[in-house]
């Protein structure tokens, strides 16, 4: 009953609502839930505590918070309420999803990792079915760390090269997804867009952190397949 307790304030539940659709700075969400900061810090700490949702200063702004929600423990949690109920309410995990049409566009600053992962690592979970694409505000060369850690989960990066976000200006996206908080607060609009979706993940700076970047990109994007799929049906 721990999700159950957790979430039982319907404020609780707004805020996962906004930050299961991505990342978000207190002061999105505060104007968000028309709440004031005060009340929000409250209840995002109450959140942090059942280790629902966790923060990291912005690499753009250290004023800022970025807010993460953990949507793997929510599952587990949730499942737990179920079963503790009667085990016929047992929760199963959901089949992966199959391939679905769409483009996806990947942003970071240098367009030398975290997006150049993302992209391959969508355009292999689905065999090219989704258009995955990545740019950054200032291209630089690939990191070597970038192709080593790729080429662990057998995916071959060695081909891929920078490109600026300005060659996708004008193009339409399903989904615009900012990885770094810098290029989040400059990401240009994009026809027929919304908002882009924020996931504030830190620069890895060495082949540890890489390593576990690419396990939280392959976690989000497992993630957003089944919004894609939902969507396309």
Request: charged residues 25%; proline residues 7%.
């Amino acid at each position: 009953m721990e999700f159950l307790i957790a979430v039982g304030h319907p404020l609780r539940r707004r805020l996962l609502g906004e930050l299961a659709r991505g990342d978000r700075a207190v002061r999105e969400l505060t104007a968000l839930v028309d709440e004031p900061q005060n009340l929000v810090s409250y209840h995002l700490s109450k959140l942090r505590k059942a280790e629902l949702v966790t923060a990291r200063r912005s690499s753009a702004d250290g004023r800022d918070t970025y807010y993460t929600l953990d949507l793997d423990r929510c599952a587990d949690l949730l499942a737990g309420a179920g079963a503790a109920l009667h085990p016929a309410l047992r929760l199963r995990p959901p089949e992966r999803p199959a391939p679905v049409g769409g483009r996806v566009l990947f942003l970071c600053t240098g367009n030398s990792s975290r997006s150049q992962m993302a992209e391959a690592l969508l355009r292999h979970r689905t065999a090219g079915a989704v258009e995955a694409h990545s740019a950054g505000s200032r291209p630089r060369p690939v990191d070597p760390d970038a192709v080593a850690a790729m080429a662990a989960r057998g995916i071959d990066l060695t081909g891929a090269r920078p490109k600026h976000l300005d060659g996708f200006t004008g193009q339409r996206f399903d989904r615009v997804i900012t990885l770094c908080d810098r290029v989040r607060e400059s990401c240009p609009e994009f026809p027929g867009h919304a908002e882009p979706v924020h996931w504030s993940i830190p620069e890895p700076a060495d082949r540890a952190a890489f390593e576990r970047v690419a396990d939280v990109l392959d976690r989000r994007i497992a993630l957003l397949l089944h919004t894609l799929t939902t969507e396309a049906s």
